[in-house]
């Protein structure tokens, strides 16, 4: 029979009871994770681009920026506390995080001195070495806390007004990933639905100016709420369908409520929980004071997009989709689009280098804004002489550019245009025609356009001339409104001279005059700007002469009975006083 040894029988004991401790210990002790370990804790008001991308030698690194300097993003800890301002309940415009009423915790775009401010920016690299913007791609995040759904999203303001919100990353929808400029600097509006720790992953793209793609990944980390130990590292956590939010055929717009400023892009998605990869999409678009749908050949994905003109304001966009065969399987309802260009926030104007070119010269033109404001975004739109439309000189985003001049830029127009950070246009320049000396230039006679004078109220008459134009000849004017790059037709014919209504979006307005030879134009010209200089006149208004809406003569009428009565009352009292004294 074997024996165990009194020794043995000891550390036998002693094991077992060091099992019966360790099994009464609670687990969370056990595997408790401390998610500031090894950071710096930034909070309290405190300004962090949490993605700040650089480039060394061609390669794409991606930090983040601290007050004191760059560090690597795994070495700091963004901290959002419960406090008075941080803590709220979602209002009306959140429902893709939860019902309204539902507890959160925020950082705002504006500076909340109780809370970390995180940004993204974009001025760590250098103008030049990129072609293209930078683009910041969500690609999931992992969760420790208490919370049991976990969710967080970044908005910023938006609609016409700026009261409505306008996602930018939000998990679980179409709003996964944002761009913006070499040098651009962005904040926003952070909010999370439980306390604990995120790690928000994101990538950055970018492609550099030989066109090879360069990106890097990045981990954000917040914790929400009192720092402290957490039962385990953070988790993967799983996002909700992009289709979870709908039940049929819908198309979801990029802005809030599909408002766009000029210079934006209309993005629409059709999402549907029963589509295919197979499925084919057919957009149709009614216009504004149109009853008939015409369907876009160009576009037959579930994506659709175009450029908020001022024409397209009010014109509603429903989709179908249909089998590979043409059945048609479902109708989306109508959207509503609503186009506006914003007030200019500054005049922009352009001057050259010289007077003329030759080909092969490289002209240098510089914009000027008065007055001076701190956005710097601007991007050069130039039409040759004969083109119905302005196209983006490729990588033109400086407030100065240079351009190489070919014999076809003989009468070409070049304008700048200056954008807000969300790419809505705050001004243009006035266009600047191109001169050409060369044998192979156009042979497009130019036409000088003038105006019947240098400003005008909308609603005014207008009458613009076309020097130089044959009374025999047919000109068709069109106009091109500020910030746009298509001419619309004012008349389909007329003469020399051109006698027009001003529009209230006319302000800044390009007038252009074609004398065509058959399709082909052979004459151009137009007037770079129209000025306006005063408001409509209000039908209900008083008009000159009128005081508060009623007539001069009514208030001459009555202040001669008043004073009529100040007489006889003064007569009357001296009549009194007469009597009394005899």
């Known amino acids: 029979m074997h024996q165990v040894s009194r020794t043995r029988s000891r550390q036998i004991a002693s094991v077992a009871v060091l099992g019966v401790a360790l099994a009464a210990v609670p687990t969370s002790a056990a595997f408790a994770y401390d998610p500031s370990d090894g950071r710096e804790v930034l909070g309290a008001g405190v300004h962090v681009d949490a993605i700040y991308p650089e480039i060394e030698d061609g390669r794409l690194e991606v930090h983040t920026l601290t007050p004191d300097g760059v560090v690597d993003a795994d070495t700091v800890l963004l901290h959002i506390p419960s406090t008075e301002s941080s803590q709220v309940t979602l209002p009306e415009g959140y429902e893709f995080l939860g019902p309204e009423g539902t507890d959160a915790w925020v950082t705002t775009e504006a500076q909340d001195p109780s809370v970390v401010w ?41 609609g016409f007004e700026g009261d409505k919100v306008t996602p930018v990353i939000v998990p679980g929808t179409t709003f996964t990933s944002t761009s913006g400029e070499v040098g651009g600097h962005t904040h926003a509006t952070w909010t999370f639905t439980e306390e604990g720790v995120y790690d928000i992953d994101f990538t950055v793209e970018a492609t550099l100016a030989d066109e090879t793609p360069i990106s890097d990944d ?9 720092l402290g130990a957490t039962d385990g590292e953070p988790q993967p956590q799983q996002d909700p369908e992009v289709t979870d939010s709908v039940e049929s055929l ?41 009853s008939e749908a015409v369907v876009d050949e160009e ?43 914003i007030e200019p926030t500054t005049a922009l104007s352009v001057t050259a280098d010289a007077d003329s070119y030759q080909a092969g010269d490289t002209a240098h033109f510089t914009s000027a804004q008065a007055p001076q404001t701190d956005d710097e975004h601007y ?25 190489e001049i070919t014999s ?105 005059a074609v004398v065509r030879d058959g399709s082909n134009v052979s004459a151009e010209g137009s007037l770079p700007a129209v000025a306006l200089s005063g408001e409509a006149a209000d039908d209900d208004a008083p008009a000159a002469g009128d005081e508060a809406g009623v007539p001069v003569l009514t208030i001459v009428i009555a202040a001669v009975i008043a004073l009529a009565i100040i007489v006889i009352v003064v007569l009357l009292l001296r009549a009194r006083r007469k009597r009394s004294a005899e």
């Open 118 to 158: 995180p940004g993204w920016s974009f001025e760590g690299i250098e103008q030049g070495v990129l072609k293209g913007t930078v683009k910041i791609a969500y690609e999931g995040f992992s969760y420790a806390g208490g919370g049991d759904e976990p969710r967080f999203a970044v908005t910023q303001p938006g």
């Open 218 to 226: 990045v981990t954000v980390r917040f914790v929400v709420g009192e």
């Open 250 to 290: 819908t198309v979801v717009p990029s802005k809030v409520d599909a408002e766009y400023f000029v210079g934006q892009t209309v993005n629409l998605t059709a999402l549907s929980p029963d589509a295919a990869e197979a499925d084919v999409y057919h957009w149709y678009v009614t216009k504004p004071g149109e």
């Open 299 to 341: 576009q037959t994905t579930n994506t659709f997009s175009t450029k908020p003109v001022r024409g397209i304001d009010g014109a509603e966009v429903y989709v179908e989709r249909t089998s590979a065969d043409g059945d048609v399987l479902e109708t989306s309802e109508p959207l509503e689009i609503g186009v506006r260009a």
């Open 379 to 403: 991007h050069w739109y130039l039409k040759l002489a004969g083109e119905d439309e302005y196209a983006w000189i490729p990588e033109s985003r400086l407030a100065d550019q240079d351009l």
């Open 408 to 512: 076809d830029m003989d009468g070409a127009t070049i304008t700048a245009r200056l954008f807000n950070a969300d790419h809505s246009v705050l001004a243009e320049s006035p266009v600047l025609h191109l001169s050409v000396g060369d044998d192979d230039a156009t042979d497009i006679e130019p036409l000088a356009v003038t105006a019947d004078r240098d400003g005008y109220a909308v609603g005014d008459e207008a009458s613009f001339t076309a020097d130089g134009v044959d009374d025999a000849d047919t000109v068709e004017w069109s106009v091109r409104k500020s910030g746009e790059n298509v001419f619309t037709a004012l008349e389909e014919t007329a003469g020399a001279t051109l006698v027009a209504e001003v529009g209230e979006d006319w302000d800044g307005a390009e007038i252009r």
